[in-house]
T-cell receptor, first 111, second 114 residues
Framework: QKEVEQNSGPLSVPEGAIASLNCTYSDRGSQSFFWYRQYSGKSPELIMSIYSNGDKEDGRFTAQLNKASQYVSLLIRDSQPSDSATYLCAVQSTTGNQFYFGTGTSLTVIP | EAQVTQNPRYLITVTGKKLTVTCSQNMNHEYMSWYRQDPGLGLRQIYYSMNVEVTDKGDVPEGYKVSRKEKRNFPLILESPSPNQTSLYFC?????????????FGEGSRLTVL
């Protein structure tokens, strides 16, 4: 079983819609969770981090964490064409020394 | 400006010719790590270092070496590159407290081994 699993997509949404990205992880003891955005050929950049159960909002982005279900999600409201990218879910190991990444979900926002 | 710098950004080499990819960070981070990214496989950790002279294997260490003689530098060494090491490589650094473990990535090094 992979440490972190994401639907690879591709996911297509119209401009202005809500994009929903999902991620599950296997290590029940994990405490730190991250969403990175990666444009083609570029390095990943952090969008959101979340450490406790519930929702965390930052502008158009909302991260949701449910540790009981070992599930992390990212909602992008009012999606823009510039949001078209691959979104990587990452989970930090309980010891803090390793980060496990999902294979990424490719998102396309259609104008 | 806080940054992680990798060199070279692009490299084409031949099987068996030793090469080093350098990585340097200016954020005084204790933690540094190397990843390779391949289509369909995502980012996979090669090696990581918790501090100077402390390194450990990640998930795919075979064929790679690293060293951490200074806090700011973490070079990746391919002693005898093979075509299956053709990939996009990222160096990253962090101050890995459990509650603030954001990884800062370099721009990536695209390596082709013929």
């Amino acid at each position: 079983q992979k440490e972190v699993e994401q639907n690879s997509g591709p996911l297509s949404v119209p401009e202005g819609a809500i994009a929903s990205l999902n991620c599950t992880y296997s290590d029940r003891g994990s405490q730190s969770f991250f969403w990175y955005r990666q444009y083609s050929g570029k390095s990943p950049e952090l969008i959101m981090s979340i450490y406790s159960n519930g929702d965390k909002e930052d502008g158009r982005f909302t991260a949701q964490l449910n540790k009981a279900s070992q599930y992390v999600s990212l909602l992008i409201r009012d999606s823009q064409p510039s949001d078209s990218a691959t979104y990587l879910c990452a989970v930090q190991s309980t010891t803090g020394n390793q980060f496990y990444f999902g294979t990424g979900t490719s998102l396309t926002v259609i104008p | 400006e806080a940054q992680v710098t990798q060199n070279p950004r692009y490299l084409i080499t031949v099987t068996g010719k030793k090469l080093t990819v350098t990585c340097s960070q200016n954020m005084n981070h204790e933690y540094m790590s190397w990843y390779r990214q391949d289509p369909g496989l995502g980012l996979r950790q090669i090696y990581y270092s918790m501090n100077v002279e402390v390194t450990d294997k990640g998930d795919v260490p075979e064929g790679y070496k690293v060293s951490r003689k200074e806090k700011r530098n973490f070079p990746l060494i391919l002693e005898s590159p093979s075509p299956n090491q053709t990939s996009l490589y990222f160096c990253a650094s962090s101050s890995p407290r459990v509650d603030t473990g954001e990884l800062f990535f370099g721009e990536g090094s695209r390596l082709t081994v013929l």
